[in-house]
């Protein structure tokens, strides 16, 4: 039995040792790429980082402000309800990740289009970004009072809010299009009902 037992540990040994030497073989060295795509596969792009637009082109601000007043909305309908602490907690939390957002991109609307020179839309891109600023001071303490449950004083902080929205849309030109409905601002329904 003892001979059985010998040869069983070298068959053992030997299927280990040859599993071993063959995957490092055929081992991919570290740190290099595939020379061909797996057949079959799709071919994969390199993934944006945070808060990148489409093909790499920065962050879409125009997606962070809809995406920051369909939250607002949201919030400003079920602030006074206890019960949704915590889905009041991830609205304020989806508004200050598309503040952020929008902080880090190019700004647009017709202030930027009307700026004639390099120094004046620097000057109003540093604004817009001071704005933001500004405006993520005021999720913060939102955020606070939710967490709180300081319903009164988060009321008054959703007003602010909108109240610095608004002086955004006129810092960027973009009261006069809400006004009309253009862009389905605040103001009157623009033609697709928003």
Known sequence: MARGALISRFVAASVMGVMVLGGTAFAQPAGEAPSKQPEGAQPRRPRAQFGEGREG???????????????LKALKGQIADANKKEENLSLVAA?????????GGKPGGPAMKA??????????????RAHLIHLGHALLDLESQVMEGKTDEAKASIEKIEKIRDEGHHLMGLDKEDEKGEKGGKGEKNEKGG
């Open 57 to 71: 082109r920065g962050p879409s601000v125009e997606g962070a402000m809809k995406a920051m007043g369909r939250s």
């Open 95 to 103: 508004m200050e990740m598309a503040c952020v957002n929008a902080k």
């Open 115 to 128: 700026a004639k020179t390099d120094a004046e839309k620097q000057e109003l891109t540093a604004k817009f």
